[in-house]
């Protein structure tokens, strides 16, 4: 196959707002051993990539500075020690960056085959959400059936995530969002109860409805305020997995309240992880959730998309906190 040496991408001229991304070319990435490069479809926009845009979120020393953590594509060349893939093959990926793009290259062990029954725009949302998701809910927050589990932010791309894979997996989910709209769609994916953070006290509701108990886990994003209110909302043994902190990473929390309930306090970040541990949350995902999705049992929950060259609207569109599941660019 023909590879051009030029293709267009995203850059970020500067930190600042969404009119920071410029369209531009860059050189076509070239593969490593055990890299194969893709031709993006599509690429998935998340709030990590509007962090680095505002300066907020480097990437790692060996990764791409595009932004772009996501994409699905046509496997267009392969390292000599690629074994996995092969030329021609359709596939959605995890990248360390550099997915606003027409091409982008990944190791071959971050890659999943698409889904049947999904299209290449849905196929771009799934593995920035899944592999954060399985890792902190199921790896790390040790989620079971029978046990209850409260998200926040239901309805961003990890929370519509979320709630559908705690739901496949037996557990009762219990999630927040902003609007009565948003709750209504929280209650679509799954969710046993839904509470509307502007109006409601989540605490008070996860404990009424669990018997005083309190909720075995929760995944949240949030932070600051936040974090002494789930150690209160937790029960006996609970755990609190975080894994963003968008009100802030401090708080003042009582710890004796870790204490007396032994609770588990945990959480991650994906980007900076090794090849390795990347490649195990890829393995699983493949065994257990793919055929989850191939079954029609979980799906991306789509908002929009939008061509690569308004990549801008798109970041406006993820920090409007309008939106509903996943929003992506359309490069092909």
Not at 33 to 43: G, P, R, W
């Amino acid at each position: 196959m023909n590879l051009p040496s030029i293709m267009r991408a995203i850059e970020i001229s500067k930190s600042g707002g969404p009119d920071v991304l410029r369209l531009a070319t860059r050189p076509v990435p070239t593969v490593g051993a055990e890299d194969i490069l893709i031709k993006i479809v599509a690429a998935g926009v998340n709030r990590p990539d509007a962090l680095q845009r505002a300066g907020a979120y480097a990437p790692p020393p060996d990764a791409s500075d595009l932004p772009g953590l996501e994409c699905s594509g046509e496997v267009v060349a392969i390292g000599s020690g690629v074994s996995r893939w092969s030329i021609g093959d359709q596939v959605c990926a995890l990248l360390p960056g550099g997915g606003y793009a027409e091409y982008a290259i990944t190791h071959q062990d971050h890659a999943l085959r698409v889904p049947v029954g999904l299209s290449m725009i849905e196929a771009a949302a799934l593995c920035e959400t899944f592999f954060t998701v399985w890792t902190n809910v199921f790896e790390r927050g040790c989620l079971e059936a029978g046990e209850t589990f409260l998200v926040h932010g239901g309805t961003s791309g990890i929370g519509t995530t979320a709630i559908q894979l705690a739901t496949a997996m037996g557990a009762r989910v219990f999630a927040t969002a902003g609007s009565d709209k948003k709750c209504a769609k929280c209650l679509d994916l799954g969710a046993e109860v839904a509470i509307n953070y502007n109006e409601e006290d989540y605490v008070e509701i996860v404990k009424n409805a669990t018997n005083g108990r309190g909720v075995d886990l929760i995944l949240d994003m949030v932070g600051g305020p936040y974090i002494a209110r789930n150690i209160r909302a937790l029960a006996l043994e609970g755990r609190l997995a975080m894994i963003a902190f968008l009100g802030g990473p401090k708080a003042e929390i009582n710890f004796a309240q870790i204490m007396m309930k032994r609770i588990t306090v945990t959480g991650s970040t994906l980007r900076p992880r090794s090849i390795q541990d990347k490649a195990v949350i890829a393995d699983a995902l493949r065994e257990v959730v793919w055929p989850l999705i191939e079954a029609g049992q979980i799906a991306p929950v789509m908002d929009s998309s939008f061509p690569l060259a308004d990549a801008a609207d798109a970041h406006r569109r993820i920090e409007s906190a309008g939106h509903i599941g996943k929003i992506v660019l359309d490069v092909g």
